[in-house]
């Protein structure tokens, strides 16, 4: 199975601040013959079910604002949010679709300082 | 617009089944295949289980393989988790979700909480 491990498991960010958020696979996620990264993000906030924010690992999906940018770097991801906004507080979790078992990092919850 | 609705969760004891339903509407039923993640109280998600659009894959985590069965309904658009010898391991928000075109899941339903306890 793939592992996801996350970092920090949390992280308190001013408002306005930048918010990176880093996740890492135990194996390749990159599908050579499509030059993509098997890798999603999703935000979940409290009392809510998570929402896809970005997949290919840096496309973003229809609606989420471009402050929200992913990238890759070989089995290490991160997500950055350029300039923290209240409504971003919420639990963020990547996910690797490269194969199953489909995991789950196990989560990065994400405060205002 | 895609709605995903589950149902049938509960308080339930341990070693006994309950079947998890999930309604869809808004888009292609059998274009797609449907998944079930679950969420134990505050803690991650963990993906459980998946068909493909005709059912001709189907995909188990370990930890539930052998006693949980994911089945669908085309004609009806109804996707199902019969979950057998549940145990308190199992006690989590079930949350209903559509594959998307590469493999990430979009969008979740609102979730339906199963409580094992005794």
């Known amino acids: 199975d793939i592992v996801m491990t996350q970092s920090p498991d949390s992280l308190a960010v001013s408002l306005g601040e930048r918010a990176t958020i880093n996740c890492k696979s135990s194996q390749s996620v990159l599908f050579t013959s499509t030059k993509k990264n098997y890798l999603a993000w999703y935000q979940q906030k409290p009392g809510q079910p998570p929402k896809l924010l970005l997949y290919?690992?840096?496309t973003r999906d229809s609606g989420v604002p471009d402050r929200f940018t992913g990238s890759a770097s070989g089995t290490d991801f991160t997500l950055t949010i350029s300039s923290l906004q209240a409504e971003d507080v919420a639990v963020y979790y990547c996910q690797q679709y490269y194969s199953t078992p489909y995991t789950f990092g196990q989560g990065t919850k994400l405060e205002i300082k | 617009e895609v709605q995903l609705v589950e149902s049938g969760g509960g308080l339930v004891q341990p070693g006994r089944s309950l079947r998890l339903s999930c309604a869809a509407s808004?888009?292609?039923?059998?274009?797609?295949?449907l998944h079930w993640v679950r969420q134990a109280p505050g803690k991650g998600l963990e993906w459980v289980s998946g068909?493909?659009?005709?059912?001709?894959?189907?995909h188990y985590a370990d930890s539930v393989k052998g006693r949980f069965t994911i089945s669908r309904d085309n004609a009806n658009n109804s996707l199902y988790l019969h979950m057998n010898s549940l145990t308190t391991e199992d006690t989590a928000l079930y949350y209903c979700?559509?594959?998307?075109?590469?493999?990430?899941?979009?969008?979740w339903g609102q979730g339906t909480l199963v409580t094992v306890s005794s």
């Open positions: 979700t559509k594959l998307g075109a590469g493999g990430w899941f979009d969008p």
């Open positions: 068909i493909s659009w005709n059912s001709d894959f189907i």
């Open positions: 290919w690992a840096s």
């Open positions: 808004g888009f292609i039923f059998d274009d797609h295949a």
